[in-house]
């Protein structure tokens, strides 16, 4: 049930163990990232960064090149449609094709017994009766229900990935990967940006010195910020058609106008017209489906896999989270997932990266931490690049030094994460990661230099050490 990440990892495992699968389809072939999440948003994250940098780029010794020439949006925002059908004809629409054992249905899916299901397309209701069930049928996005929601108009990632004009002004509400992202996409465009954040850190969850310092790189390309930000109700300035948003910023009064307003307010599981009562499921306090360590439900013959069972919501952990569910249903497996060691990233510029636990955890579990935080100022490669924007920070054990988490704010971060993934997985120490010869100059040389930053003074270190 479901035709996102998820549902197509569990088909493809279902078809590989040879077992008749049917997959319903209840929205657009591919679910959300293929659709309106990461394909579309970071092909506009990349427009936007090429815009920044082909009219302001500073090398470092300031040499300024600059530009001013004009950009077509329509056109990125026509490519980037163009892209997404791509991308979903040949990694969805193909790959289901040739699927010998998977079956598509089209429609919406409910269960009518704990070993049925119903799926309603238009007038004709077809039964469907299977021995194991998954549930991938994701999320959406979820709106504060205050007081003149209903009479505003509202964008959320999916409005905003359709528009055929840039607005003159900008609220997003909300921080995290989701309203940065957009910020600084539309920020770049050329909207003027306020991002309001409820939290004190716009990624909470996240070490603080990097929230801070990505917030600081945020205001420095012309966002406006606020954090401490409690909602109190909306309003439509009918003079000019703005959204206006009252609100407390540290307990004072403060309104808030602009042309368009997004929320990134998180999401919410989508379970509402599944009957899971029916199936006898039980449901967590954010309607997301309660699943153990193997993805399955308390009901042993029903699984769910990816956003549908709540947080975190990744692309990359809901496929594997479809495959496992797969395997353990039909093949009997004990497969299981390690959430420490699945990366998290958010694609601003600079970008931010993390895997693993934090300072804070680690005291928490051990009383103590060995951690180091270094400065890209110290990384070659970042310094000949001209831009040295950013720092990455190492956790260990106190005791035996096996690194815990990394955390990467820095161009590419999205990229360098993966070493320190499998630092982290393989219970990897501090020594290990010196010991590793690196090449030289890389931005991933910085996984380097802070492991040695536990032992000797890197500034006072040549780059071949």
């Known amino acids: 049930m479901g035709n996102g990440a998820a549902a197509f990892a569990a088909a493809i495992k279902a078809d590989e163990l040879g077992k008749k699968t049917a997959m319903v389809k209840g929205g657009s072939l591919g679910g959300t990232c293929v659709n309106v999440g990461c394909v579309p948003s970071k092909r506009l994250l990349i427009a936007g960064e090429i815009i920044r940098n082909t009219k302001n780029h500073n090398l470092g010794d300031n040499t300024i090149v600059q530009h001013d020439e004009k950009f077509d ?35 919406m899916a409910r269960f009518i017994s704990e070993k049925e299901i119903e799926i309603r397309r238009n007038a004709q209701n077809i039964t469907i009766a299977g021995k194991k069930f998954i549930i991938a049928t994701g999320a959406s996005p979820s709106i504060p229900q205050l007081q003149g929601i209903n009479e505003i108009d509202y964008w959320t990632n999916i409005e905003a990935l359709e528009q055929d004009r840039i607005p003159e002004s900008l609220i997003v509400v909300g921080g995290r990967a989701l309203g940065l992202e957009f910020a600084q996409m539309y920020n770049r465009f050329g909207a003027k940006v306020t991002l309001l954040q409820r939290s004190s850190l716009l990624i909470p969850e996240e070490e603080p010195e990097m929230s801070k310092a990505l917030e600081s790189y945020l ?48 999401r919410t599981p989508n379970i509402k017209n599944l009957s899971v009562e029916t199936a006898k499921l039980k449901v967590g306090r954010k309607g997301e489906i309660e699943v153990d360590s193997e993805m399955r439900t308390n009901n042993p013959n029903i699984f769910a896999a990816g956003d549908v069972t709540g947080e975190p919501m990744l692309e990359s952990l809901a496929a594997r989270e479809g495959t496992h569910a797969a395997e353990n249903a039909l093949a009997g497996s004990h497969k299981k997932i390690d959430k420490n060691v699945v990366p998290r990233a958010i694609f601003t510029d600079p970008q931010f990266a993390s895997v693993g636990i934090t300072e804070k955890e680690v005291i928490e579990k051990f009383k103590a931490c060995t951690c180091r935080l270094v400065k890209f100022t110290n990384i070659p490669k970042a310094m000949i690049m001209g831009d040295t924007r950013g720092m990455i920070k190492m956790v260990a054990n106190p005791d035996t030094h096996v690194i815990l988490g990394v955390q990467i704010l820095s161009p590419m971060a999205a990229e360098i994460i993966h070493e320190a993934v499998m630092i982290v997985k393989n219970e990897y120490k501090i020594e290990d990661v010196i010991d590793t010869i690196h090449v030289f100059p890389t931005m991933s040389e910085a996984l380097k230099v802070v492991a040695q930053s536990f032992f000797r003074n890197v500034q006072d270190t040549s780059c071949c050490i």
């Open 73 to 107: 949006f329509n056109k990125i925002m026509e490519f980037k449609g163009k892209l997404v059908e791509n991308l979903k004809y040949e990694k969805y629409e193909k790959v289901l094709g040739k699927l010998a054992n998977v079956e598509l249905y089209e429609g």
């Open 219 to 266: 205001r420095e390309d012309g966002m406006a910020i606020h954090t401490n930000v409690d909602l109190k109700s909306f309003e439509k300035n009918t003079a000019d058609n703005k959204v206006i948003v009252n609100a407390e910023v540290d307990k004072k009064t403060v309104k808030f106008e602009a042309s368009a307003i997004l929320f990134a307010t998180g």
